[in-house]
């Protein structure tokens, strides 16, 4: 092997290339950044922090990141950028030194019914290879084992217009994967018919029950009453046979409607496209109760829920078959990979080998391939993604992360820095948002953006290290080596939640008694069982209609960038009508969405101009000057301010506002308390939903499910997104609630809450088939002292115990 001589001078001068070693930013204004200016050291691990709400998402993911990728695009051709998302320059003066970013947030994995963890990775590609070469028997290629590919068959006659055109005979076979019963879902449904109509009512009478179906809907209703097929005078129940059958399975057929060409289907069909299609995580909270109600879920018989064809199951590597693999635990079905000789698929065992072990390395092992993307939390969909670059050879990106913490028991945390230390050594830039001290303490340079919230903050209050945080008398650093301790006293129980027999995923039999009255956290090492127990067992279970649970979980809030927190929490009603009372006109008035809009930007306050492959541009519309009302609607006034000028309030001067005086209104004030309570004072009340932050998202549900009548509130991980100075605010709302004679159940990882606690319940000792028990019950004193699990050895050594 032939190798170039190398010579040790070196040059006098730095080479100008070396010289490019940090990412400048100057005067961004995005969201609520106040002209901010920072200056980050490339290949390095750098932390941004500050309370929610500062600014820091917009300055890491709205400016940095953005600008990265609309750069990258603007490299493709015209046609290319046309099919891609138009992105906008971020508001800023100067953006240099940037390098490719690649965006790890935590943005739920699709809710497809037919997406999970081996789809959403690349880990069930590689396996459908594997099998396909060395199954027994052999089947077919890789598709052959993909449950999203249905098998087709063809054959007839084709043209081929090559030279002279002449007709041949032609055959096409597929062979794919797919269960024909299932459809690749892993269940059937059952539909219960008299959920969707009142058989005793005709279709001119409004016999449909369905949500959403109005009786006047042209597309929904109409078509079936007017397509000629159905008489819509006569009772359902009186339909002759085939009158029933067009009605509930006819094939789509073009039906023509007051001129109109629509497509009749039989209704069957339409509500399994309409509603059963998407997963019903996804779906708004009043449709997924007419599903739960109208549809029964069973495991389907012809593939036993592995959503593949005989075929595919019948092939096998020794004993185990591609369903078999898919239903392991990761980390059991890494060790068999790794048991697998096989010289001729060599590269590919080797890269399946490595994509499975980063599953064990970031924490995950317990998941299995199998798992619906859709169930997986916020926390676990950030670190499913984290999986495809854990192994890249890529140098000198840009990596940014959403808070990689979440949904990390203390244990966890420490893996978690390893990981992203190692993509720092590799030659990266790694951009952390971060409320954790564990992960803040390793961090090379910090930038600390506040002081506070909203309006109050988009400023840098500190950049440095970590020794510098601590004597910067920022909030972050006041608050950086907050300790809570152990309660000298705990309240005692008024009841008890009896769950008994508990199976559900990784549960062994768990029976665990949820004391009422008190303030009770779940806690264990992620994947132990504590989500499968509290909403599986309690939320779900045969007592929660009779105590009255309500759950606040962390599925996102839907909403565009007409809703805000006023539309969102309902406190637009009552101000409306307090406005239309004080004035004598409509309600429908005082909604942008409604009668009252601008009606030369519709209510939106912005003009948008559509440039095709380019970013579109918003201007403040010129009718309405962003104010989103009708001219003659700001006449109308409440305790001498127009609706504009009350949703550019703060909720705190609205909690003024509407307490007292002339613009007094009861069930505005008690939605704005609320809110007060859970720290969003700063929040004006026609902000759009789109610009809030993770955790100001998780504090708004909060405040909305506080209305909501319950003895049992039932809290999923409130911590995510907050600061460490916002945990303590936290504390204190979960006290009152408790007081007020409320029982809370937290499921939780923060040292913080476990310590603030009356009981614990600790599920381990480990994750998948290593948890599902139950190790600890009993006060967070007991558990410091006793030390006998991991979570009593992280509690003790975060008290000082």
């Not at 098998?151 to 269960?179: D, H, L, P, Q």
């Not at 096989?342 to 299995?368: C, H, K, M, N, T």
Request: hydrophobic content about 40%; aromatic content about 6%; charged content about 25%.
């Amino acid at each position: 092997m032939s190798k170039a001589t190398r010579t040790d001078a070196r040059p006098a001068e730095p080479h100008a290339a070396d010289s490019h070693d940090l990412i400048r930013v100057h005067g961004a204004r995005v969201n609520n950044l106040k002209d901010v200016s920072v200056e980050i050291p490339k290949r390095r691990l750098t932390v941004f922090t500050g309370v929610s709400g500062s600014g820091k998402s917009s300055l890491v993911f709205n400016t940095i990141a953005a600008e990265s990728q609309r750069l990258i695009n603007e490299t493709y051709s015209a046609f290319v950028q046309g099919f891609m998302p138009t992105l906008s320059r971020p508001e800023v003066d100067v953006l240099d030194g940037l390098t490719t970013v690649i965006t790890v947030d935590q943005q739920r994995l699709g809710a497809d019914p037919r997406s999970t963890v081996g789809t959403a990775t690349d880990a069930n590609a590689m396996l459908r290879i594997l099998f396909s070469r060395l199954g027994k028997p052999h089947i077919g290629p890789p598709s052959a084992y993909a449950f999203n590919v249905p098998s087709v068959r063809a054959s007839g006659a084709i043209t081929v217009e090559r030279g002279a055109r002449k007709t041949v005979k032609a055959t096409f076979n597929r062979t794919g994967g797919m269960c024909d019963r299932c459809e690749g879902r892993g269940a059937v449904s059952d539909i219960d018919l008299t959920q969707l109509y009142d058989d005793s009512k005709s279709l001119a009478e409004g016999a449909f029950t369905i949500p959403g179906w109005k009786s006047d809907s042209f597309w929904t209703v109409r078509v079936y009453a007017e397509s000629g097929f159905l008489d819509p005078d006569k009772p359902i129940r009186r339909f002759t046979k085939k009158e029933m059958h067009d009605f509930l399975y006819r094939e789509p057929t073009k039906v023509k409607v007051e001129g109109v060409n629509l497509t009749y289907e039989g209704l069957i069909p339409k509500i399994q496209k309409s509603f059963l299609a998407k997963d019903k995580e996804a779906l708004q909270p009043h449709i997924r109760a007419f599903v739960e109600r109208a549809v029964t879920f069973t495991t389907c018989p012809a593939c036993d829920g592995t959503r593949l064809s005989e075929g595919a199951r019948s092939s096998k590597i020794g004993r185990i078959s591609i369903a078999d693999a898919c239903a392991m635990q990761i980390s059991d079905l890494a060790d068999w990979v790794r048991g697998l000789d096989e010289p001729s698929v060599a590269p590919l065992l080797d890269a399946l080998q490595q994509s499975l072990d980063a599953f064990g390395e970031i924490g995950l092992g317990y998941l299995s391939l199998d798992r619906p993307s859709g169930t997986l939390s916020g926390g676990e969909a950030q670190r499913v993604k984290m999986i495809r670059h854990l192994g890249s050879s890529l140098t000198d990106i840009t990596y940014v992360f959403d808070e990689p913490t979440i949904g990390l028991h203390p244990h966890d945390i420490q893996r978690m820095n390893d990981l992203l230390l190692r993509l720092r050594d590799k030659g990266n830039t790694v951009l952390v948002v971060e409320h954790k001290p564990e992960t803040i303490a390793i961090a090379d340079h910090i930038v600390d953006l506040g002081p506070g919230a909203g309006s109050g903050g988009g400023t840098v209050c500190f950049e440095g290290t970590v020794d510098g945080l601590r004597t910067g008398g920022t909030v972050t650093g006041r608050h950086f080596d907050d300790r809570a301790a152990v309660k000298e006293s705990v309240r005692r129980p008024t009841g008890a939640l009896e769950i008994r027999g508990a199976t559900a995923n990784n549960l062994r039999d768990v029976d665990v008694d949820i004391p009422l009255g008190v303030l009770a956290v779940v806690t264990g090492v992620a994947g132990s069982g504590k989500s499968s127990l509290v909403h599986g067992s309690l939320v779900k279970g045969p007592a929660a209609a009779e105590q009255g649970v309500v759950s606040i979980d962390q599925s996102a809030i839907r909403g565009s960038r007409r809703s805000n927190p006023a539309t969102y929490t309902g406190l637009l009603d009552p101000i409306r009508k307090a406005f239309a009372k004080a004035n004598g006109v409509k309600p429908a008035l005082f909604s942008a969405n409604s009668e009252g809009a601008c009606p030369t930007c519709n209510g939106a306050g912005v003009v948008y101009t559509d440039l095709a492959m380019m970013a579109g541009v918003a201007s403040v519309c010129e009718e309405c000057e962003g104010k989103r009302f009708e001219a003659s609607v700001l006449d109308h006034h409440l305790g001498g301010r127009d609706i504009s000028e009350v949703l550019a309030m703060s909720v705190t001067e609205a909690e003024e506002f509407f307490g007292a005086g002339e613009a007094h209104t009861p069930a505005a004030h008690r939605i704005l308390e609320r809110l007060a309570d859970v720290g969003l004072g700063y929040l004006s009340l026609g902000q759009p939903l789109t610009t809030l932050s993770g955790g100001e998202r998780q504090r708004l549900k909060l405040a909305t499910h506080m209305g909501e009548k319950g003895g049992v509130y039932v809290l999923d991980e409130p911590t995510t997104g907050l600061h460490l100075a916002d945990v303590e605010q936290l504390l204190g709302l979960l006290d009152r609630l408790v007081d007020s004679g409320k029982s809370v159940v937290v499921v939780e990882h923060h040292q913080a809450v476990m310590a603030h606690a009356d009981w614990i319940i600790d599920l381990g000792p480990g994750a998948g088939h290593d948890g599902g028990r139950v190790v600890f019950e009993g006060t967070p004193a007991d558990l410091v002292a006793a030390r006998s699990t991991l979570t009593g050895e992280h509690l003790a050594a975060y008290v000082g115990g």
